[in-house]
């Protein structure tokens, strides 16, 4: 089964600046996605960033983007320019690729157990 | 655009009782699924839908049961209720399986 470790429960920074938040997995599949969600007070789960296994580019989606190293299955969340709207829990998810046969059941989403991130003005 | 919504947001019930949560989708996708998130697990799949009439569990089903009759609703029952299930419910729904899923805004369940 994969798992998904998000060590650091809570992280700050300072307005406009850099930070970077770490995520491990760990899995024996060859191809599968990562995700960066992204929960404020209000509590919906918003999608930040996604990442394909095969891809060795790393995503990048405005401020947002993602150091993902296939072989120490890392795969850490860079935001820069920290805005006061970024404050928020985030998640860490990953899904597993499929192949020719894919179910609900290998499409589920395995969450860490998320940081919360504050910015300071 | 109304996308995934929940009803109720809150929701507050006593140990035993019978509480349905509704999820409906105005986009016609065809797989959705159900979250609990619960403090230090993150989200975890109860139960997930392919297509209607179609449903199959997840990690963490034991207590729930979902039906699917149509399409845009997924309704999620706690058969009767205990104080382990109070936690905040998510809805989700995807085209594909390999889609990026959207997420509704949750419910907040709270067994006494």
């Known amino acids: 089964a994969q798992t998904v470790t998000q060590s650091q429960p809570e992280m700050s920074v300072q307005e406009a600046e850099t930070v970077t938040l770490s995520c491990t997995y760990d899995?024996?599949?060859?191809?599968?996605?990562l995700f960066w969600y992204k929960q404020p007070p209000s509590r919906q789960m918003i999608l930040v960033i996604r990442?394909?296994?095969?891809?060795?580019q790393n995503a990048t989606e405005n401020r947002f983007s993602v150091n993902f190293q296939k072989a120490a299955k890392s795969f850490s969340l860079k935001i820069s320019d920290s805005q006061l709207g970024d404050a928020a829990m985030y998640f860490c998810a990953y899904r597993t690729r499929g192949g020719f046969y894919y179910t609900g059941a290998n499409s589920k989403l395995t969450f860490g157990k998320g940081i919360t991130l504050s910015v300071r003005p | 655009d109304a996308g995934i919504t929940q009803s109720p947001r809150y929701k507050i019930t006593e140990t035993g009782r019978q509480v349905t949560l509704m999820c409906h989708q105005t986009?016609?996708?065809?797989?959705m699924f159900w979250y609990r998130q619960d403090l230090g697990h993150g989200l975890r799949l109860i139960y997930y839908s392919a297509a209607a009439d179609i449903t199959d569990k997840g990690e963490v089903p034991d207590g729930y049961v979902v039906s699917r009759s149509k399409t845009e609703n997924f309704p999620l029952t706690l058969e009767s209720a205990t104080r382990s299930q109070t936690s905040v419910y998510f809805c989700?729904?995807?085209?594909?399986?390999?889609?990026?899923?959207?997420f509704g805004p949750g419910t907040r369940l709270t067994v006494l």
């Open positions: 899995t024996s599949e060859s191809d599968y996605y």
């Open positions: 989700a729904s995807s085209v594909y399986p390999e889609d990026t899923q959207y």
């Open positions: 986009w016609s996708h065809s797989y």
């Open positions: 990442q394909e296994a095969y891809k060795q």
